[in-house]
């Protein structure tokens, strides 16, 4: 028997002390799914983002994103959320409006006229949506301006009601809002998750979407489309959400790490929405 004047296995003890006390930390790994394209600006932003939170935090805390829509549609990614397969998502406000409905405020068609009185409303009201998206289930880390939304066809230009009436007009799924105030008004709404709104566009699903210029091209529904009508519908935004229980188990230092990168990262979207949708306006 190993012995020592403190008492038997005493070095055994020492050497399995010393072993823990050099092994790393069990890393705690973060999913999170988007429809944003791999190889597009976004993504490579996101992986700079978890790039830098691993190396922040000694690899205690590593970020995979999975891009590109490869974890389906948004209720299935919130499912996906709820059961712990994922732990967060980009998102767009519609996908949490089950959970939130508040979130949709910044939504209501022509509530903003100019990108100033959207940043000063903003100012005011983003804390108090993180705030009820946090009494909701998740964390949020700051939103993301994804611009102006314009009108966009494939047949004839959409100038006036009369041109939509008869046209299969894309709604997101959850905005129950938007499907409202279109039906209310004698249009034709079509309901789709984000992820299926190129196939909508390929097969006639759907001839007119609302959205930023930007998006347009960065999930490639330019493509089906010929006529944009100039004139700012909606503000749309998407934000990085995640399961606050998740969040809540990691460390106090690594919390402040992640809320710190992803807080940079959304502002940096934020701060670039105005650029990227004057280019991709001038390329449609």
Do not use: C
């Not at 190889?39 to 700079?48: N, Y």
């Not at 993301?144 to 709604?171: Q, T």
């Not at 097969?203 to 100039?230: C, F, K, M, N």
């Amino acid at each position: 028997m190993i012995t020592s004047e403190s008492g038997p296995f005493k070095p055994a003890a020492l050497v399995l002390a010393a072993l823990l006390a050099a092994a790393p930390l069990s890393a705690q790994t973060l999913k999170i799914a988007t429809v944003t394209p791999e190889g597009s600006a976004w993504m490579r932003d996101m992986r700079a983002a978890a790039a830098e939170i691993r190396e922040r935090t000694g690899g205690q805390v590593q970020v995979k994103f999975y891009g590109g829509g490869t974890q389906g549609d948004d209720l299935r990614v919130l499912r996906k959320i709820r059961v712990g397969q994922l732990q967060g998502a980009v998102l767009t406000s519609s996908a949490l409006a089950g959970r939130y409905p508040d979130v949709l405020q910044y939504g209501l068609p022509l509530l903003f006229r100019s990108r100033d009185e959207m940043l000063f409303v903003r100012e005011r009201f983003d804390p108090v949506l993180a705030d009820g998206l946090l009494d909701s289930g998740y964390e949020t880390f700051g939103f993301g301006s994804l611009g102006f939304a314009r009108i966009m066809s494939g047949k004839n230009p959409v100038v006036r009601l009369e041109d939509a009436r008869g046209l299969k007009i894309w709604v997101p799924e959850g905005d129950d809002i938007g499907l409202r105030s279109m039906r209310s008004v004698g249009l034709a709404p079509v309901q789709l998750p984000i992820s299926d709104v190129l196939v909508g566009l390929q097969t006639g699903l759907v001839e007119v979407i609302v959205t930023p210029p930007s998006g347009a091209i960065l999930l490639q529904w330019h493509t089906r489309l010929r006529y944009v009508t100039d004139f700012p519908v909606v503000f749309a935004f998407g934000l990085l959400a995640m399961d606050k229980r998740a969040f809540g188990r990691l460390s106090e230092p690594n919390q402040a790490i992640v809320r710190q990168v992803f807080g940079a990262l959304s502002a940096q979207l934020d701060r670039r929405d105005a650029q990227d949708n004057l280019e991709a306006g001038q390329a449609l």
